[in-house]
């Protein structure tokens, strides 16, 4: 079965980075994107950006760009996010999706819950 | 697109009809899917292209609508359907409605 596992919180110190990753399996994991997506409880949910594992092209919300950083490692079935430069609104559940051609979230990650505190 | 959903908090008696709606700024061109998030969970999605149902996806739940209003129709509200629900458009851009959460009375 298709599954994206996240390791489950980070707690990160402001201005600085962190680094999640997303390893995937029960399908072909260059066969489709994946996608992260930020929720917070006041801004709801936000497409942070796309990476496309077969060729390592990626496209990003302009929100997020200078912020996420998104890469693969194809020899894992793993793809990563960075976020820089952490501050109070970087706080938020994070999440990587399996997407579809059309452009639909079908399957999720569990979310990795991410606490920026001094 | 910025997507408004209505009402924000809805409760609803176990067996009853909902609608949850779902506005958006601009034409939507029926690219609207909705999810369902369970608290603690990830959200799951249930309906896409407005109105096609996910597989596995119970037949109770429904979708509608056209250009820049769409629905969310529950026909019978189970107990297990306790949850926020989002709409999602991807017609222009990826973005997502605020939510309504929907509890049972």
């Known amino acids: 079965q298709v599954q994206l596992q996240q390791c489950g919180a980070e707690l990160v110190k402001p201005g600085t980075p962190v680094k999640m990753s997303c390893k995937v399996s029960g399908y072909t994991f260059t066969s489709y994107v994946i996608s992260w997506i930020k929720q917070t409880t006041g801004q709801g949910l936000e497409w942070i950006g796309y990476i496309y594992p077969e060729s390592g092209s990626t496209g990003y919300n302009e929100k997020f760009k200078g912020k996420a950083t998104l890469t693969v490692d194809k020899s894992s079935n793993t793809a990563f996010m960075q976020l820089s430069s952490l501050a109070a609104g970087d706080s938020a559940v994070y999440y990587c999706a399996r997407e579809t051609t059309e452009a639909l979230f079908d399957y999720w990650g569990q979310g990795v819950m991410v606490t920026v505190s001094s | 697109i910025q997507l408004t959903q209505s009402p924000s908090l809805l409760s609803a008696s176990v067996g009853d009809r909902v609608t949850l709606s779902c506005k958006g700024s601009q034409n939507i061109n029926n690219y609207l899917a909705w999810y369902q998030q369970k608290l603690g969970e990830a959200p799951k999605l249930l309906i896409y292209?407005?109105?096609s149902l996910q597989t596995g996806i119970p037949s109770r739940f429904s979708g509608s609508g056209s250009g820049t209003d769409y629905t969310l129709t529950i026909s019978s509200l189970q107990p297990e359907d306790v949850a926020t629900y989002f709409c999602y458009q991807y017609n222009n851009g990826l973005t997502f409605g605020s939510g309504t959460k929907l509890e049972i009375k």
């Open positions: 292209n407005t109105n």
